[in-house]
């Protein structure tokens, strides 16, 4: 999707730029608002406060996991840059869902980073395990019902590699070029080559060789992925043996770039998200400089007339993450709507609350990477 003019928007999955109409992307892409949930789910922040907003096919989730009956979450991770609180995103998703028995499969995408980015399988390697799968753990992340591996290197074990690269081919048989070219519009052997692998990730953990048979399989994305999973999805469907149960999944909003709604946060901009190895000072210094703020131009104008928390970083940082208390956070709604609080105040309480989450997380890290070895297949 692409705007012309000045205020140029890019939607792709591998390129977002320009502030997001999710209304208008859920009647374009077809999938559907999240409303009535159990109360487990109404629980978690994400879903209570409608930061995972849509879906598709997710009732049958909700069913397995009512149930007690076995379901998988199939995510993957791009091994590019630092990891940032944007990526938590994803992660307190799969964690949740863990806590509720699902097995967990996470696909590094070191394939697709070398065919779309020109990064090189090593480098890949690198980056997934020092930025992202010791985050992961700290994050609490078990390595029980849990198979994390690369797309290069499905698994030692002979016969489940060889059932992921044969889907992969199964795959291909039932695609075509033209197909490939409506959903992607300009389109290069390798993102041909990356999607199918991007298929078998989504649809492998149904193979007899990792769960025994079909089980319901969601996969929680931001919307921008969106093409990958109708791809999947409407191939599958052609594929008479394996059968497949028909993918689900779930959307989630894109946390904001410090630089404010138009500016999705991307791992190659440092002063566009918090690290979560950021010192006090770099968030402090981040936050002040470089967070959009909802504020009026003045101080005087801003106790008359209020402040603006629906475009305000740090408002949306506290919504997203740090603020668990919906009674704190409504509070401090009012309060900057007002006037009675201030940017500057409402600034440094959510630099107050990342800190404290860093303090602890950091601690967590320093004894994740002797467990990385139990989390891959």
């Given amino acids: 999707m692409v705007k012309k003019g000045a205020d140029r928007i890019k939607f792709s999955p591998?390129?977002?730029?320009?502030?997001?109409?999710?209304?208008?992307?859920?009647?374009?892409?077809?999938?559907?608002?999240?409303?009535?949930?159990?109360?487990?789910?109404?629980?978690?922040?994400?879903?209570?406060?409608?930061?995972?907003?849509?879906?598709?096919?997710?009732?049958?989730?909700?069913?397995?996991?009512?149930?007690?009956?076995?379901?998988?979450?199939?995510?993957?991770?791009?091994p590019t840059g630092k990891f940032h609180i944007g990526h938590m995103l994803l992660v307190q998703q799969i964690i949740?869902?863990?806590?509720l028995g699902a097995k967990i499969y996470i696909a590094v995408a070191d394939i697709e980073s070398y065919n779309i980015r020109g990064q090189s399988l090593e480098e890949s390697r690198k980056i997934a395990i020092d930025e992202y799968i010791n985050n992961y753990i700290a994050l609490g992340l078990e390595s029980k019902n849990c198979e994390?591996?690369?797309?290069?290197?499905?698994?030692?074990?002979?016969?489940?590699?060889?059932?992921?690269?044969?889907?992969?081919?199964?795959?291909?048989?039932?695609?075509?070029?033209?197909?490939?070219?409506?959903?992607?519009?300009?389109?290069?052997?390798?993102?041909?080559?990356?999607?199918l692998l991007q298929g078998a990730d989504m649809l492998h953990p149904q193979l007899p060789e990792f769960e025994g048979k079909p089980i319901p399989t969601l996969i929680p994305v931001g919307i921008d992925q969106d093409p990958h999973i109708?791809?999947?999805?409407?191939?599958?469907?052609?594929?008479?043996?394996?059968?497949?149960?028909?993918?689900?999944?779930?959307?989630?909003?894109?946390?904001?770039?410090?630089?404010?709604?138009?500016?999705?946060?991307?791992?190659?901009?440092?002063?566009?998200?918090?690290?979560?190895?950021?010192?006090?000072?770099?968030?402090?210094?981040?936050?002040?400089?470089?967070?959009?703020?909802?504020?009026r131009k003045t101080l005087k104008e801003h106790k008359e007339k209020g402040g603006n928390p629906d475009v305000d970083v740090s408002f949306q940082y506290l919504k997203m993450f740090f603020e668990p208390n919906d009674r704190k956070l409504a509070q401090i709604e009012k309060d900057y709507k007002s006037g009675k609080l201030t940017t500057g105040q409402l600034k440094e309480y959510t630099i107050k609350k990342i800190n404290c989450f860093l303090k602890q997380h950091q601690k967590k890290l320093k004894g994740t990477k002797n467990q990385i070895s139990k989390y891959f297949d």
């Fill in 14 to 78: 591998w390129e977002v730029k320009g502030e997001v109409d999710y209304s208008k992307l859920v009647k374009r892409f077809g999938v559907s608002p999240i409303k009535q949930l159990p109360r487990v789910f109404r629980n978690n922040v994400l879903f209570r406060r409608k930061i995972v907003f849509a879906h598709r096919d997710f009732q049958r989730i909700l069913e397995a996991a009512r149930d007690k009956k076995p379901f998988a979450i199939m995510t993957g991770l791009m």
């Fill in 96 to 99: 949740f869902y863990q806590k």
């Fill in 148 to 195: 994390i591996y690369f797309q290069s290197n499905r698994s030692k074990d002979a016969k489940k590699a060889n059932a992921f690269y044969r889907l992969q081919n199964l795959l291909a048989k039932h695609a075509s070029f033209n197909e490939f070219k409506a959903v992607y519009g300009q389109i290069s052997p390798g993102k041909i080559m990356s999607s």
């Fill in 230 to 295: 109708r791809l999947a999805r409407d191939i599958s469907r052609r594929i008479k043996q394996p059968k497949f149960i028909q993918l689900s999944s779930t959307y989630h909003l894109f946390s904001p770039g410090l630089g404010g709604a138009k500016a999705k946060m991307s791992a190659s901009d440092a002063n566009s998200y918090i690290s979560l190895t950021d010192s006090p000072k770099i968030v402090e210094r981040k936050i002040k400089k470089y967070a959009f703020s909802g504020g």
